[in-house]
C-alpha cells in the first residue's frame, strides 16, 4: 500500500539540565511535503516552564489525525454518492485514563462531525449516518486504534 515517513527532532537548550529532567519538551515534527510544526509536551503534565503551550501536544495530534482521516473518507463518500457539501467541521475530544497497569493512555475519542449539505440530494440522518460508519470502517487511523473511538454527528436539518 504505502509507507510513510515523519522527523521528529528535540535539542537540548545551553543552560538545561537533562540530568535534573529540568529540560524543555519542545520539539519539532516535520513531513516529506516540508511542513515543520513545533511539538510539546501536553499542558498539565509538567511544569509550563518546561512546555510550549502553543505548540502541538501528541495527544492533540493523536486526535486531530482520526478526525482528519475521518473525514477524508467521508468526503470521498458522500461525493460518490452524489452529495454536495459546503462544509465540514469536527471537534474530537479524548479521555485520558490510566490503564490496568497504572501507565496513561486515550482510552476514548469522541468526533462530533458536523457536515453541511447544499443543492437539491440532501442525505436524510439515516444516510448521513451510513456515510460516517463507511467512513469509519476505512479509516486507517480508527483502524490502527485501540480507542473506543465514536462518532455523534451533528445533523442539522
Given at each position: 500500500?504505502?509507507?510513510?515517513?515523519?522527523?521528529?527532532?528535540?535539542?537540548?537548550?545551553?543552560?538545561?539540565?537533562?540530568?535534573?529532567?529540568?529540560?524543555?519538551?519542545?520539539?519539532?515534527?516535520s513531513f516529506d511535503g516540508g511542513l515543520s510544526v513545533p511539538g510539546s509536551a501536553a499542558p498539565?503534565?509538567?511544569?509550563?516552564?518546561?512546555?510550549?503551550?502553543?505548540?502541538?501536544?501528541?495527544?492533540?495530534?493523536?486526535?486531530?489525525?482520526?478526525?482528519?482521516?475521518?473525514?477524508?473518507?467521508?468526503?470521498?463518500?458522500?461525493?460518490?454518492?452524489?452529495?454536495?457539501?459546503?462544509?465540514?467541521?469536527?471537534?474530537?475530544?479524548?479521555?485520558?485514563?490510566?490503564?490496568?497497569?497504572?501507565?496513561?493512555?486515550?482510552?476514548?475519542?469522541?468526533?462530533?462531525?458536523?457536515?453541511?449539505?447544499?443543492?437539491?440530494?440532501?442525505?436524510?440522518?439515516?444516510?448521513?449516518?451510513?456515510?460516517?460508519?463507511?467512513?469509519?470502517?476505512?479509516?486507517?487511523?480508527?483502524?490502527?486504534?485501540?480507542?473506543?473511538?465514536?462518532?455523534?454527528?451533528?445533523?442539522?436539518?
Amino acid at each position: 500500500m504505502a509507507d510513510h515517513t515523519a522527523r521528529v527532532r528535540w535539542q537540548i537548550s545551553e543552560g538545561e539540565d537533562f540530568a535534573s529532567n529540568r529540560y524543555s519538551r519542545a520539539h519539532t515534527w516535520s513531513f516529506d511535503g516540508g511542513l515543520s510544526v513545533p511539538g510539546s509536551a501536553a499542558p498539565g503534565y509538567l511544569p509550563a516552564a518546561l512546555i510550549d503551550e502553543s505548540a502541538v501536544d501528541p495527544e492533540e495530534a493523536l486526535l486531530a489525525s482520526a478526525a482528519s482521516c475521518h473525514m477524508l473518507y467521508f468526503l470521498a463518500y458522500a461525493a460518490k454518492a452524489g452529495f454536495t457539501m459546503t462544509s465540514y467541521e469536527d471537534n474530537p475530544e479524548g479521555k485520558v485514563e490510566k490503564n490496568e497497569t497504572g501507565d496513561p493512555w486515550v482510552s476514548a475519542i469522541a468526533m462530533r462531525p458536523r457536515a453541511v449539505f447544499t443543492g437539491d440530494k440532501r442525505p436524510t440522518s439515516e444516510e448521513i449516518e451510513q456515510l460516517h460508519h463507511r467512513a469509519h470502517k476505512s479509516c486507517i487511523i480508527a483502524n490502527s486504534l485501540k480507542s473506543a473511538l465514536t462518532i455523534e454527528p451533528i445533523i442539522e436539518s
